[in-house]
């Protein structure tokens, strides 16, 4: 792996802001795609999935189904990238939480929820990526594969997503599944084509 010089390193402000906003704007992607009545991919759709089933907040199932994957980024992928991204995750879970009854939405089509889901939450998580944080859960796993064996992290997601849509066809209504599959394309496409560690190499 290309060594990164200080030079080119983001500073700690730097930081903070990139997250911040990478937060932001992944939040306010969930909060479109739940008022939707939409699912997604990855950990943030076993969470949406788990909280329609359960009744339970969004923001306390994110927070939990995280846990396990903690330990894999503290061994593969090190302490900075493991604290940003508990620090994220904590986040997102209380600016979800605060969103309803702040931002109503008074009408929203499936198909345009789907895609403001997939723009904003690609491009935060993007964000995040380029600042050495994360979501956590199978965003972990995909960036340690694409680390590791040159495969996008973008494609890897995909192919999570494929199984865990697979599921919903099973609990929710084929034209929910069809809409929220929409989603969660554009999502991994913008991380697909964008997510480059070859081309943007600063962390």
């Known amino acids: 792996m290309r060594t990164i010089s200080s030079a080119t390193r983001h500073s700690a402000l730097e930081d903070v802001q990139g997250l911040s ?10 909060h479109v795609l739940t008022h939707a009545g939409l699912i997604t991919g990855q950990t943030a759709g076993i969470a949406v999935i788990l ?12 927070f939990v189904v995280n846990l ?14 493991t604290v940003k991204s508990v620090i994220s995750v904590t986040l997102l879970s209380v600016v979800t939480e605060a969103l309803p009854g702040r931002f109503d939405i008074a009408h929203l089509d499936p198909w345009l929820g789907a895609v403001i889901f997939g723009v904003l939450v690609g491009l935060g998580l993007l964000g ?3 600042h050495n944080g ?14 590791r ?9 995909l192919g999570a997503d494929a199984v ?8 929710f209504d084929l034209d929910v599944v069809l809409w929220s599959l929409l989603g969660a394309a554009i999502l991994n496409t913008v991380i ?8 943007y190499i600063a962390t």
């Open 134 to 147: 994360s979501l956590g859960g199978l965003g972990i796993v995909a960036l340690i594969v694409q680390d």
């Open 21 to 30: 906003i990478g937060i932001f704007a992944c939040s306010l992607g969930l």
């Open 68 to 81: 396990p994957f903690y330990w894999l980024a503290w061994l593969r992928l090190g302490p900075e990238f």
């Open 192 to 199: 697909a084509f964008n997510h480059r560690r070859d081309r």
């Open 164 to 171: 865990i849509f697979c599921v919903a066809l099973a609990l």
């Open 51 to 62: 909280s329609y089933l359960t009744g339970w907040s969004f923001g306390a199932v994110f």
């Open 128 to 130: 995040m990526f380029r």
């Open 149 to 157: 064996y040159g495969f996008r992290a973008g494609y890897v997601q």
